[in-house]
Structures are given as C-alpha cells and as structure tokens.
C-alpha cells in the first residue's frame, strides 16, 4: 500500500486523508459508516476530525463526528485505522490551558473509544494562554501516551517557529504535521513564509479545503445561493472567470488521464512541495473514489506548472 510518513515521526498514513467534519452534520450515521466504510477498504488509513465538529448546526453542542467515528469505530472493528482530532475552536474562554487540552484529549478518546490519540492538534492559536503552557500542556500528552504525535493547525510561520523553539529550548515533544488552508484557490497562505518554515523543519503540511468546500470538483461553475447546500455559499465564491479557467485546465489534464477534476485537483495539491496528504470529506460513498484516486494519480511537470500557472490569478496574500 502506498504511504506517507508524517514529519520526522514514524507515522505512516495513506496519502489522502478523510475529513470527518461531515460526519453527525450533512452525513448522517448511516451515511457516515458507508463513507467511512468505503475509506477503509480502499485502503484508507487516517481519519481527521475535531472536537468542534460540528458545533455550528442548530442544537448540536460539538462532539457529534467524534462520536459518530467513535461507534463506527466500536461497530467495525477496523484494523489500521488512524485518528487525527483537535483542541482549540470550541465556542468559550481560552482553549490551549495545558488544564483544557487535558480535558478534550480526555473526551475525546473517550468519544472515539481509542486509547490513543494519532495525531492531534492545536486547531488555532489561543491568544490568551501563554505559549509556554500549551507546549508543556501537549508534551505531557505525548509523554504519558494520550497522543502519539501533535500538530498545528492555522498557525502562521511565526507562531509555528514560536512553539517550535519553546519546545527546543525545554526539550518538549515538537510538532510533526501543520494543517493549513491550502488549494488551487487558496495558496498564499503556505507558499510563502510557511512553507520555508515547513522545509526547515521537516514537517508535514495536511491541507483542509483541498477542494475548496466542492468548487474543484467542477460542480459549481456559476454562483449559487448558499441555501442550495449547507457548502455550497463557501465553494460558489471561487465561480469567477479566474476560478472556471482553472476548473476549465483540471477538466483538459484529467481527461488526460481518464480521472475526474476532483482526484486531479487532489493530485495537484499532493504534489506540492512540503505536502504529505490533502484532507477531503465526503458526505456519500460514491464520492470517495475519487477522493483514493487522487492519492495515486501522478501528474507531469507540465501539468503542475499549467495548472500552478492558471490558478496564479487567485492566490491570497
């Protein structure tokens, strides 16, 4: 089976991971165990999610994908899965007391029914608690084996070399893995001071909203109301002329290959330097095949540079 290692760790996943954060929200449970389903006999391996997913919907309070995977997870019995979960975007005070992270890392295995955490992550910087704290508060995770690994996600370049040196400088266990924004309409945010960060480190970027909420699957080519679909607002955004010549290119290489728009915007983003696997959800099992191809299918430099050329248009500062 094709993998990837994660950083410097001696985690090894397969290159296309599977975003919960559909999960208990617009997949029910049934829905949710076909797609996770599907995700592991294609040879799937890692399973991200949060603890906040996904607090967002009217009466649900977060938890709700964690529990969902959690009862999969119990029901299956699945060998080689892996958990990726996070702490930090739960509505209230500051999330990152070493005093917190405890307390939703404790939830959290418990609503997985797990013994271990994979790899779990800072899902943003808490401006209140002191970084100091949060670092020890993790390294303490790691030392008494709630987590294997740890991760950093929507952190800038400064801040990851921030926690970076605080862990050099009291020898506390480093992150391996950052989870960023990061597509073919979203590329500012890594190329630049965060990918050099990146490469000096070794560690591994896992990008979210790899298909850009759906737009790179080629589905909307014209603004839609977000009403349409609880993701259709966020995706619909990038249906400008700039945003259809790059689903226009996607269209022409993945004919080239006999693959769909979506595996190769996946390809495209694998393929880019410090990337080790795309994050993607699914909400029904027919989609996840193209989610698995885009881990495998290889891309010519030429195509990488076309598309990296036609998607100049809309990179964010």
Not at 143 to 163: C, F, H, K, M, P
Not at 222 to 234: T, Y
Not at 259 to 265: D, G, L
């Amino acid at each position: 089976m094709t993998t990837t290692r994660i950083g410097t760790s001696d985690l090894e996943i397969f290159p296309l991971v599977l975003g919960g954060n559909v999960f208990g929200w617009t997949a029910d449970r049934d829905a949710s165990f076909a797609v996770l389903d599907a995700f592991t006999a294609a040879g799937g391996t890692l399973i991200d999610t949060a603890d906040s997913y996904s607090h967002w919907v009217p009466g649900h309070e977060g938890g709700e994908s964690e529990r969902t995977i959690g009862e999969w997870i119990a029901a299956r019995k699945p060998q080689g899965v892996q958990i990726a979960t996070k702490v930090g975007m739960q509505p209230g005070g500051p999330q990152l007391t070493a005093a917190n992270v405890r307390a939703v890392a404790e939830q959290s295995l418990q609503r997985l029914g797990v013994e271990t955490i994979d790899l779990f992550y800072a899902h943003k910087p808490d401006e209140v608690t002191p970084l100091e704290e949060t670092v020890a508060g993790f390294d303490a995770l790691v030392r008494d084996g709630l987590i294997r690994t740890i991760g950093l996600s929507n952190y800038s370049a400064e801040q990851v070399e921030q926690w970076l040196d605080i862990a050099e400088r009291t020898g506390a266990a480093k992150p391996v893995a950052l989870q960023p924004q990061y597509s073919l309409v979203h590329r500012g945010d890594v190329e630049g001071p965060l990918l050099e960060t990146v490469q000096r480190h070794e560690l591994s970027i896992l990008p979210y909203y790899s298909l850009a909420s759906g737009f790179l699957t080629g589905k909307y080519r014209e603004p839609v109301e977000a009403g349409e679909s609880p993701r259709a607002g966020g995706a619909s955004q990038y249906a400008t002329a700039e945003g259809v010549r790059i689903i226009d290119e996607l269209e022409r290489i993945a004919g080239e290959h006999g693959a769909s728009i979506a595996s190769t915007a996946l390809a495209w983003l694998r393929q880019q330097p410090g990337v080790a696997a795309p994050v993607a959800s699914a909400s029904k099992p027919s989609q996840v095949a193209d989610l698995i191809a885009g881990a495998t299918l290889e891309l010519t430099d030429a195509e990488l540079a076309s598309l990296s050329e036609v998607s100049s248009a809309l990179i964010q500062a």
